[in-house]
């Protein structure tokens, strides 16, 4: 089995990760945690996240493309 791979998703600094796999993991007050990926209106699985403020979804194959270009 292949391993996971990570990245940092853009516009969040460090406090949100993708993995290639799909899941989105956030990182806060030294804590990681898994995030829940609903289905949006259109039954695609998304994600909220939040920063200064600002709280954003987005669909997990928008994250996944853009990080990793997929």
């Avoid at 292949?2 to 600094?13: L, N």
């Avoid at 796999?21 to 695609?44: A, D």
Wanted: glycine share 10%; proline share 3%.
């Amino acid at each position: 089995m292949e391993r996971e791979h990570w990245r940092y998703i853009k516009g969040y600094g460090k406090m949100y990760q993708i993995s290639d796999r799909g899941r989105v993991r956030s990182f806060n007050y030294g804590r990681q945690t898994i995030l829940k990926t609903p289905l949006n209106h259109r039954g695609k699985p998304c994600v909220c996240l939040s920063f200064n403020g600002w709280t954003q979804t987005y669909t997990i194959a928008s994250l996944i493309e853009s990080a990793f270009g997929k």
